[in-house]
């Protein structure tokens, strides 16, 4: 846990994965841990046309090619299964084969999937909390993660799963093309 007084407020960090920091910097280009670093999810600079050209000539998973922070900060494993279910799109399909309007369609469902786990406080560990002391909701939501063998909520057929770039993956064979 780290606590900084910042003019009367307080910033807490509390990483049980330990997989955050804290940086402080006047401008987030500045500082080369995170220069490289895509763009956030929800801002005008993660767009179709954006994640299209990103996806030019690279042959990895779809799955792993959003979950890679260089392309795109901020969408992990969960949120990946759940953008590719929404958006129709198989997790296994090369990146280079993404066409502009499957672009258009995972996107959109990146910054949906992502608004609502927020609006829900999260998915991420059984015993999270957020700061106002209430749970993550967002795993009552979910449409293909975690649901193996039970049936989609579109078509009915058994939900599989498969380790893909060794994260388990969710999905929908008919559903997911």
Avoid at 30 to 45: F, Q, R, V, W
Avoid at 59 to 87: D, H, P, Q, R, T
Avoid at 107 to 114: C, D, F, M, P, Y
Wanted: aromatic share 8%; with cysteine; net charge positive.
């Amino acid at each position: 846990m780290l606590d900084m007084p910042l003019g009367g407020l307080t910033l807490r960090l509390h990483d049980p994965r330990r997989f955050g920091c804290v940086l402080w910097n006047a401008s987030a280009d500045a500082h080369p841990l995170i220069a490289h670093l895509g763009p956030e999810p929800l801002s005008d600079a993660f767009d179709a046309e954006y994640l299209y050209e990103a996806a030019r000539g690279r042959n990895v998973a779809l799955k792993n090619f959003i979950m890679n922070a260089k392309v795109v900060v901020g969408v992990g494993n969960i949120y990946a299964s759940e953008a590719l279910f929404l958006a129709g799109l198989h997790p296994l399909k090369p990146a280079k084969k993404l066409s502009r309007p499957a672009s258009h369609r995972l996107t959109a469902a990146i910054k949906q999937v992502l608004t609502a786990a927020i609006a829900a406080g999260g998915t991420t560990l059984r015993d999270f909390f957020g700061g106002d002391g209430s749970p993550g909701y967002f795993s009552q939501e979910l449409n293909v993660y975690g649901r193996r063998g039970e049936p989609c909520v579109t078509c009915g057929k058994p939900i599989t799963q498969r380790v893909i770039g060794q994260r388990s993956s969710f999905y929908c064979t008919r559903c997911q093309s």
